[in-house]
């Protein structure tokens, strides 16, 4: 069985500022990936970051990082010097690579960007 | 390649009519998934295939919803008698080994 838990519902942060996502994940299996997607308001999905379970070292891509943390089980995305183009719905996935290949998403983590 | 497509954009049935949502994967993939989304429940994986073939269903609600992939190009979503709990976005993803692509969604309404 796999599970993705997001527990921060909604996030706000100031333009230029960094912000951090939690994601914390629950798989016995030892071979699986980590994603993020972004949502923003017009509806679709949109690829941003992947971790795999054997990479030594953390993801990144641009602005994002993701801060891999194996044994506690957590995949946090860090997006720096946050953007308005950054408020959207944010989900955080994971696939088991050992087998199946099945992919799941948390609940998603709605960000607001101010001003 | 044009990513996936699907189709329609946008649907409003009647309830009790049938609908059928389609999707053509990225051309290569191997893996098709089928997701909902909602408010209330978020993003849900449906069922998704393998070289044509269905993995897992489990996420199927009833037996109203079923799903083919008669081959590598194309996959259909049917919901046969529609209901107005039905409404929703329905996804389609497709991917290789890593991430998936997504599709634009179809918004199902149901009255």
């Known amino acids: 069985a796999q599970k993705i838990t997001q527990t921060q519902p909604g996030m706000f942060v100031q333009e230029k500022e960094a912000v951090t996502l939690d994601c914390t994940y629950d798989t016995s299996d030892q071979s699986y990936g980590l994603f993020w997607y972004k949502q923003p308001s017009s509806g679709e999905m949109i690829f941003l970051i992947y971790q795999g379970s054997y990479d030594e070292q953390n993801a990144t891509e641009g602005r994002y990082s993701l801060n891999f943390q194996k044994a506690r089980k957590s995949a946090n995305l860090v997006i720096s010097a946050s953007q308005l183009g950054d408020s959207a719905m944010y989900f955080c996935?994971?696939?088991?690579?050992?087998?199946?290949?099945?992919?799941?998403f948390g609940t998603g983590t709605q960000l607001k960007v101010e001003l | 390649d044009a990513g996936v497509i699907q189709s329609p954009r946008h649907e409003v049935t009647e309830m009790g009519q049938e609908v059928t949502l389609r999707c053509k994967p990225i051309?290569?993939?191997?893996?098709l998934f089928w997701y909902r989304q909602t408010m209330m429940r978020g993003l849900e994986l449906l069922i998704y295939f393998n070289n044509n073939v269905p993995i897992d269903d489990s996420g199927m609600p009833e037996d109203r919803f079923s799903a083919k992939m008669p081959n590598a190009s194309f996959s259909t979503l049917k919901i046969q008698p529609s209901e107005p709990r039905d409404s929703a976005v329905y996804f389609c993803a497709s991917s290789f080994s890593g991430e998936a692509f997504f599709g634009q969604g179809t918004r199902l309404t149901v009255v």
């Open positions: 996935a994971m696939r088991l690579t050992g087998g199946g290949n099945k992919l799941t």
């Open positions: 051309s290569g993939h191997d893996y």
